[in-house]
């Protein structure tokens, strides 16, 4: 997701021997409540298990505040944020591309 020169990069990987959203690039530093190779295990009341639910999150009413639950250095950690707080809260995130068309039939 990229908001106003600012970048958050989640990919799906194997977190013992889990799928997992980790963080792999959340810049610029206090732009968005998550760190590098944070694993986000919830968003409110989503669970997140593949990337596009964080923006499920966004799309579907950003609420005032978020509680985020993240696995941090193995710790599990729960804290709230706003916009305020963190800016990237209140962007609108970057759509996702339309899917390709489908192929032509013979």
């Known amino acids: 997701m990229q908001a106003n020169g600012a970048s958050l990069v989640v990919e799906l ?3 013992r021997d889990l799928s997992a959203v980790v963080v792999t690039e959340s810049s610029p530093v206090a732009f968005w409540p998550f760190q590098k190779n944070d694993v ?3 968003i409110n009341t989503q669970q997140i298990s593949r ?5 499920f999150v966004w799309r579907t009413g950003a ?3 978020f509680e985020f639950e993240v696995l941090r250095g193995g710790t ?3 804290f709230t944020g706003t916009a305020a707080e963190f800016p990237g809260l209140a962007l ?8 390709p068309p489908p192929p032509p039939t013979p």
């Open 76 to 78: 599990r950690m729960v």
């Open 63 to 65: 609420p005032l505040s």
């Open 51 to 55: 990337p596009s639910d964080i923006l």
């Open 40 to 42: 986000i295990v919830r």
């Open 92 to 99: 609108p995130p970057t759509p996702e591309p339309p899917p």
């Open 13 to 15: 990987k194997t977190v």
